[in-house]
């Protein structure tokens, strides 16, 4: 069975975002993406609003057919904004106002009181919950433990690396916490940093059922157009 794909859209904001302009709309770019046979769509509100904003997620949340995935950090802002809109998940990220882009997975273990509370809020307002969390196992028994039934692991560090012996060692954390997660009952997908030449591996790991990719996507699109690149990238998924 293919594994399935949610598309980041989070970067066609970001180019809109560079001149305060209207284009490209990220909404538009969704429908294409959902056109072209993509499973979700996956968008960032960050608390600086520097690319997705509250008007783009309330339009996706009334045209997005397929999934609409909203990552935020566990804020009491973000949690209103989720309760409110009611995306079909919310993925809990960590959140640097000076990163770049999200760094690495949230770290459950020293944050487990906090969100058990946060994550039962979720769930009852009918919202299912993932946790973003690097490929260690303790964290990944500390997301079973705060009651989410949904993890993606971050596989940056594996795309990283170049081929050699340190991606083959990331690319086995990576099986390790995903024969964990499964082992636990839990849901697992998988994502960031994945590419076009990198992504087979992770493909290759029965217990992921779901892929979010965004950058590479959205780069190869400013080359070939959103429904190609989005076509490519699912070719690959097989």
């Known amino acids: 069975m293919a594994i399935k794909l949610a598309v980041n859209v989070d970067h066609f904001a970001t180019l809109r975002q560079a001149r305060r302009g209207v284009e490209p709309d990220p909404v538009l770019v969704a429908l294409m993406v959902e056109q072209a046979g993509a499973e979700g769509i996956v968008i960032h509100l960050r608390g600086d609003r520097r690319h997705i904003q509250e008007r783009d997620l309330q339009l996706l949340r009334q045209v997005v057919k397929t999934k609409l995935n909203l990552e935020m950090a566990a804020t009491e802002e973000m949690k209103k904004i989720a309760v409110k809109v009611r995306p079909d998940v919310v993925s809990l990220v960590p959140e640097r106002p000076e990163e770049l882009t999200t760094e690495g997975g949230l770290n459950v273990t020293a944050g487990r009181r906090h969100l058990t509370r946060f994550i039962r809020a979720l769930r009852k307002a009918g919202i299912k919950v993932s946790i973003f969390v690097d490929p260690d196992l303790e964290q990944i028994q500390a997301c079973h433990l705060v009651g989410v039934r949904l993890i993606e692991i971050n ?47 992770i493909v290759a790991i029965p217990e992921i059922s779901e892929l979010s990719i965004g950058f590479s996507i959205v780069a190869r699109a400013a080359v070939v157009g959103v429904s190609q690149a989005v076509r490519e990238m699912k070719g690959l998924l097989i």
């Open 155 to 201: 596989t940056g560090k594996y795309a990283d690396f170049p081929p050699g012996p340190r991606q083959d060692k990331a690319l086995k954390q990576v099986q390790k916490a995903a024969e964990l997660g499964r082992r636990l009952g839990l849901e697992v997908h998988a994502g960031h940093g994945l590419d076009y030449r990198n992504v087979q591996a």
